[in-house]
């Protein structure tokens, strides 16, 4: 069974760091490209950032660019969110998601399989 599972999420003070995870199981993501997604309350979701199978190509949400880096390890079928110098308005239920794509990966609407996601929340 294909599954997703998210973790790193957490309340942190604005200027904080915290690293998201994003583990798979059932099916190994050498072929797939993985994406990060939030939605926040009363907001729709939105990308935040992804990367191609090989790790050669991600893209970001400009709001994100030079304070979010996303990474893997194929090896450990594990793709990772840092994030730092974190905002109030980062603050929103974070989803990875996978799409069986090797040069692409910021088609945002093609992603196939996602995970329950995790909250963070960036406050005072």
């Known amino acids: 069974q294909l599954q997703l599972v998210e973790s790193g999420g957490g309340l942190v003070q604005p200027g904080g760091s915290l690293r998201l995870s994003c583990a798979a199981s059932g099916f190994t993501l050498d072929y797939y490209a993985i994406g990060w997604f939030r939605q926040a309350p009363g907001k729709e979701r939105e990308g935040v950032s992804c990367v191609t199978p090989s790790g050669g190509s991600t893209v970001y949400l400009d709001s994100v660019k030079g304070r979010f880096t996303i990474s893997r390890d194929n090896s450990k079928n594990t793709v990772y969110l840092q994030m730092n110098s974190l905002k109030p308005e980062d603050t929103a239920v974070y989803y990875c998601?996978?799409?069986?794509?090797?040069?692409?990966?910021?088609?945002?609407?093609?992603?196939?399989?996602w995970g329950q996601g995790t909250q963070v929340t960036v406050s005072s």
């Open positions: 998601a996978a799409v069986r794509a090797l040069r692409w990966c910021q088609i945002w609407s093609g992603y196939d399989y």
